[in-house]
């Protein structure tokens, strides 16, 4: 399937959403909804905003960018290239964008954000036409989980007591942006901090026996997630024992979320799971994880989550227990259930859940 043949499908999608609800016009003002539509192309400029610099009109006969005189020739020629959009830009100091999209339609529009001001927000629904992979999708996401992973293993094992969180975290983030992968969520404790924060945002604490590295990393709008734990030393037999519980937890949410299964139902066999292995009450500190792609998450599993999982639909789960935690990405295929993020380099540790055996990461003891 060629980047143009993926754009169809996709849009195929929308304009089939389109005819179901009586809309004239979708409006995707989002960035990773710019970038699920175009192949991997990208409309940001600032990292951490939701909107794009230029937003995609789609009709019944066309698919429009609208956007401004500093932004339309480079979106033209690195991230929009062969495909068929027709861009409509003003000067940046006279943008009005309203005026510009009357031109291209009029009736009832719906958008995925706020703008246009008259248009139904849908953002939600939309989102849902995303979430079942294509083939393209999942062989660029097969390469982001391999250069996140060989980032985090590089990085482990490069890290050195003495080093502060910031000097850990810098060396992972500068690993992936020689990727040109965008570090989207950036956590790094190291020792009595790892027991202490489920978000430990990185700080000038310096490292002494244990690191543990969170990773959400961003190419072509896929969003991969993962975690990493190095100990220094002679590893604790209660570390280990949490470590194999949490392994063995995240084998449960790995195992059960195949196409069709309900994802409460995921849930709650992971709480089973959390109590099985000893820590019935660990679960409450901290979510679970739950449908990811194209966003960090698309939702979160609960007991109360309505979602039934898709073919070709990504999750990351990340089940805690004091001190340590396991995190990958998977995609549920209709035969397999495939882990992203594998790194074969990286010490594993073997599990097993109804019957199947299964990897999970280990602690890095160096």
């Known amino acids: 399937m060629t980047r143009l043949e993926e754009m169809e499908a996709k849009l195929q999608r929308v304009r089939g959403f389109m005819s179901a609800r009586g809309l004239d016009a979708v409006v995707l003002t989002r960035t990773i909804n710019f970038q699920w539509l175009t192949a991997g192309g990208d409309n940001h400029v600032v990292i951490d905003t939701d909107g ?23 979106q033209e020629d690195e991230e929009i ?24 339609v009029e009736g009832q529009v719906a958008s995925d954000g706020p703008w246009p001001e008259d248009a139904e927000v849908m953002d939600g629904p939309l989102a849902r036409l995303r979430w079942s992979l294509l083939e393209p999708e999942i062989e660029r996401y097969r390469e982001l989980g391999r250069i996140t992973v060989q ?8 890290i050195e007591p003495g080093m502060t969180e910031h000097e850990i975290g810098a060396k992972l983030a500068a690993k ?11 956590l790094i404790a190291v020792d009595e901090r790892i027991s202490k924060y489920r978000h430990p945002i990185p700080t000038d604490k310096r490292l002494e026996k244990k690191a543990m590295l969170v990773v959400g990393a961003r190419k072509w709008g896929l969003d991969i997630s993962a975690t990493r734990l190095v100990h220094f030393g002679k590893l604790p037999g209660e570390l280990a024992d949490k470590h194999r519980a949490v392994c063995q937890v995240d084998a449960t949410f790995i195992s059960e979320t195949r196409p069709g299964a309900a994802v409460q139902d995921i849930f709650v066999k992971g709480i089973a799971a959390y109590e099985a292995s000893g820590y019935p ?7 679970q994880g739950g449908a990811t792609g194209y966003a960090p998450r698309d939702y979160k599993g609960t007991r ?3 979602e039934t999982v898709l073919e070709n639909q990504a999750f990351a789960w990340n089940p805690s227990i004091t001190g340590t935690k396991s995190e990958d990405t998977i995609i549920a295929m209709a035969d397999q259930t495939e882990v992203l993020s594998t790194d074969e380099q990286w010490p594993m540790m073997e599990v097993e859940y109804a019957g199947d055996r299964m990897t999970r990461p280990d602690i890095l003891v160096r």
Do not use: Y
Not at 151 to 158: D, N, R, S
Not at 281 to 287: G, M, N, P, S, T
């Open 52 to 74: 794009g610099v230029a937003p995609i009109v789609i009709t019944a006969e066309g698919q429009h960018v609208v956007t401004n005189n500093i932004e339309a020739v480079r």
């Open 151 to 158: 980032a985090l293993g590089e990085a482990a094992c490069e």
């Open 304 to 306: 109360e989550c309505p």
């Open 81 to 104: 290239g062969e495909l068929p959009f027709e861009i409509h830009f003003m000067n940046w100091h006279d943008e009005n964008r309203e005026a510009v999209l009357a031109q291209i």
């Open 176 to 186: 992936l942006i020689a990727q040109n992968v965008i570090v989207s969520v950036l």
């Open 281 to 287: 009450d660990e679960w409450k500190l901290h979510h």
